[in-house]
Each structure stands twice: as structure tokens, then as C-alpha cells.
């Protein structure tokens, strides 16, 4: 009985024990499962602005790099060229090519984690400089002179002319006057004008000529002198009048002929073709006596000439300052 019991509890003894092994077991901690993160080189992309620059303008070129790290690292960047000048760090730099020869230049940019080799991403770049155009040819203004004309009347339009040799060629040039004084009567536009003098006596003209088409100012100005001339001018004239109004015209003459001392008078005697013979003679010896006995002017100052006859008397009374020249009888 006693070997039977033994046994019984012995069975007992080892189930317990199996349980409490079981039940050790089911309380240690469990290993988690171990989750591979993503890895690789980074991404990247990179963009110029423009894409083609001519050297002789702004050949300044902006770079402008896209990355980003799968884990999130910082990233490095190195910037390399084949050409120019590269200033700037970072994802973006300037690349001047101000001054290359014309061809395809090419930026290259690698981008790094700061892990290792594998993780190195790269990307270029290519801009093209296009050879610039010729310059223009230069243009140079011809010599232009204007030529005045020698002798200048206020009785007759001075002629100005415009005269050029050199300058640059295949220029239509164009011809714009303008005077100080007078008026241009004709050739506005062309390389000679005529301008007009009429009431200019004592005063200059200057005439500038501005020649266009050159893109540039091509002066050119003459200036002539417009003399003051001397003139007689008729001071009275009277027909067949009675002796008293005849000696009042000549004493108006008489006294004008005292306010010039230099002057000089010319009396011209028309007759009528009716009257008697020696009658143009009397009536010149009458003005004459009446002007030296009566009102002091001196022979030697004035001359009375006998002109040509008309249909009825006429009598011109004339003052000429020195230096004028005379005036002749009208027919």
C-alpha cells in the first residue's frame, strides 16, 4: 500500500512541477519583432534660370537644387562647373558666365546624408552661351559747312548753302534750317535756302543748319551782315502852284536841308510840254535865287536840274545824306 501511495505522489509531484515550468516560461517578456527603417541615397532634382545667356549681356545663371534625405538626415551639398564663376552654397548658387566663349556649360551638384558612399545623390545641369551679335557699325557725322553769301542787300534775298563731305555712309540725311532773323522763302528741307532781307538793313542774319539721320547732332551755322545803305529820299514834290505855296514848300525844304549839314539837294523841274520855251529855265532860276537870297542856303549845296518834259509841271524836292548816291529824273 505504502509503495502504492508513494508512487501516487510522486505522478502529483511531477505534474506540479511541469505546470509551475510552463507557467515561468509564459512569464518571461517576449523579443520584439524587429522593423527595418527605409534607407538610400537621397533625392534630388536641379533647375538652371535661363537656360541659354549671351556672354556680352547679364550671363548670371541661377541654380537651384530639390533634395531631401529618406531618413531625414542633413543633407551636404558640392557644387562643381566646367566653366564661369560660381558664388553661393547650399541648394541654391549663381553661376556667372559673363565673358565664356560661346558653347554648353554644365553644373553638376552632389548631395550627401553624411552616412556613406552609397548614399551620395547627383545631378547636372547644361547652359548654352550664344555668341553675341556684331556690333553696329559706328556712326560719325559728316563735315558740313554753310557758305554765306558775299554781299548781303536788304534789296535782294541772301542765299545760304550747305556744303558736306565724310561722315558715316548709307545715311539719308535730313535738312532743317532755322534763321535769326528774315524769313526762309524757299529750300526749307534741302541744302540751300534763300531768305528773305527785306527791312534787315543794320541787323545780321545767322543761319543754323542741323543735319539729321546720324542719330547724333550735326551742326553747322553761317552768319552774313545785312549793311545799312545809304539812300536819298524825296523830300516834297508839287505840281503848278501859285509863287506864296511854292515858297513855303521850299522853305520846309530849306530848313531840312539845314538839319543835315552833309546833305545834299536835288531839284528835278518837269515842264509841261505846253509851256512857252525859256519858261523851265525861269522857274529853276526862281527856286535857286529864292533858296541862296532868301532863305541862306549856300549854291554849292543843292542842284536844280531841268528834266524831261511831261503833261503838266512837276516839281521834286530831294535830300541825300553823303555817301548816298544821287537819284536820276524819272521818264
Given at each position: 500500500?505504502?509503495?502504492?501511495?508513494?508512487?501516487?505522489?510522486?505522478?502529483?509531484?511531477?505534474?506540479?512541477?511541469?505546470?509551475?515550468?510552463?507557467?515561468?516560461?509564459?512569464?518571461?517578456?517576449?523579443?520584439?519583432?524587429?522593423?527595418?527603417?527605409?534607407?538610400?541615397?537621397?533625392?534630388?532634382?536641379?533647375?538652371?534660370?535661363?537656360?541659354?545667356?549671351?556672354?556680352?549681356?547679364?550671363?548670371?545663371?541661377?541654380?537651384?537644387?530639390?533634395?531631401?534625405?529618406?531618413?531625414?538626415?542633413?543633407?551636404?551639398?558640392?557644387?562643381?562647373?566646367?566653366?564661369?564663376?560660381?558664388?553661393?552654397?547650399?541648394?541654391?548658387?549663381?553661376?556667372?558666365?559673363?565673358?565664356?566663349?560661346?558653347?554648353?556649360?554644365?553644373?553638376?551638384?552632389?548631395?550627401?546624408?553624411?552616412?556613406?558612399?552609397?548614399?551620395?545623390?547627383?545631378?547636372?545641369?547644361?547652359?548654352i552661351v550664344a555668341d553675341c551679335p556684331p556690333p553696329p557699325p559706328q556712326i560719325v557725322c559728316p563735315n558740313v559747312t554753310v557758305s554765306c553769301p558775299d554781299a548781303a542787300s536788304e534789296n535782294?534775298?541772301?542765299?545760304?548753302?550747305?556744303?558736306?563731305s565724310g561722315g558715316s555712309g548709307r545715311v539719308r540725311p535730313t535738312y532743317n534750317w532755322t534763321v535769326s532773323a528774315g524769313r526762309i522763302i524757299s529750300g526749307q528741307g534741302t541744302r540751300s535756302?534763300?531768305?528773305?532781307?527785306?527791312?534787315?538793313?543794320?541787323?545780321?542774319?545767322?543761319?543754323?543748319?542741323?543735319?539729321?539721320?546720324?542719330?547724333?547732332?550735326?551742326?553747322?551755322?553761317?552768319?552774313?551782315?545785312?549793311?545799312?545803305?545809304?539812300?536819298?529820299?524825296?523830300?516834297?514834290?508839287?505840281?503848278?502852284?501859285?509863287?506864296?505855296?511854292?515858297?513855303?514848300?521850299?522853305?520846309?525844304?530849306?530848313?531840312?536841308?539845314?538839319?543835315?549839314?552833309?546833305?545834299?539837294?536835288?531839284?528835278?523841274?518837269?515842264?509841261?510840254?505846253?509851256?512857252?520855251?525859256?519858261?523851265?529855265?525861269?522857274?529853276?532860276?526862281?527856286?535857286?535865287e529864292y533858296l541862296v537870297n532868301s532863305r541862306g542856303i549856300d549854291a554849292s549845296r543843292f542842284t536844280v536840274t531841268i528834266a524831261a518834259a511831261r503833261e503838266d509841271w512837276l516839281f521834286e524836292?530831294?535830300?541825300?545824306?553823303?555817301?548816298?548816291?544821287?537819284?536820276?529824273?524819272?521818264?
Open positions: 500500500m505504502m509503495t502504492r501511495r508513494s508512487s501516487l505522489f510522486g505522478l502529483a509531484l511531477a505534474v506540479v512541477m511541469a505546470v509551475l515550468v510552463l507557467a515561468s516560461a509564459d512569464a518571461k517578456p517576449k523579443k520584439k519583432k524587429h522593423v527595418e527603417r527605409a534607407s538610400g541615397p537621397p533625392t534630388l532634382t536641379l533647375a538652371a534660370e535661363p537656360t541659354t545667356v549671351r556672354a556680352c549681356d547679364d550671363a548670371r545663371v541661377q541654380l537651384m537644387a530639390r533634395a531631401s534625405s529618406p531618413e531625414g538626415r542633413p543633407l551636404r551639398y558640392k557644387w562643381t562647373t566646367n566653366g564661369g564663376r560660381l558664388s553661393g552654397q547650399g541648394e541654391r548658387a549663381t553661376w556667372d558666365l559673363s565673358g565664356a566663349q560661346p558653347g554648353v556649360y554644365q553644373a553638376v551638384v552632389e548631395v550627401d546624408d553624411g552616412r556613406y558612399l552609397d548614399c551620395v545623390a547627383f545631378s547636372s545641369a547644361s547652359v535782294a534775298p541772301a542765299t545760304f548753302t550747305a556744303t558736306m535756302i534763300t531768305v528773305d532781307t527785306a527791312g534787315l538793313a543794320g541787323q545780321t542774319i545767322r543761319a543754323d543748319l542741323e543735319v539729321g539721320g546720324y542719330g547724333m547732332r550735326c551742326p553747322a551755322s553761317c552768319a552774313t551782315s545785312i549793311p545799312v545803305v545809304i539812300k536819298p529820299h524825296k523830300f516834297d514834290e508839287y505840281y503848278d502852284i501859285a509863287r506864296n505855296d511854292e515858297k513855303a514848300r521850299l522853305d520846309n525844304y530849306a530848313i531840312q536841308l539845314q538839319a543835315e549839314p552833309g546833305s545834299h539837294g536835288y531839284i528835278f523841274v518837269y515842264p509841261s510840254s505846253r509851256a512857252p520855251a525859256n519858261e523851265a529855265q525861269a522857274r529853276a532860276r526862281r527856286i535857286s524836292l530831294w535830300v541825300v545824306p553823303a555817301g548816298a548816291t544821287p537819284p536820276t529824273p524819272s521818264r
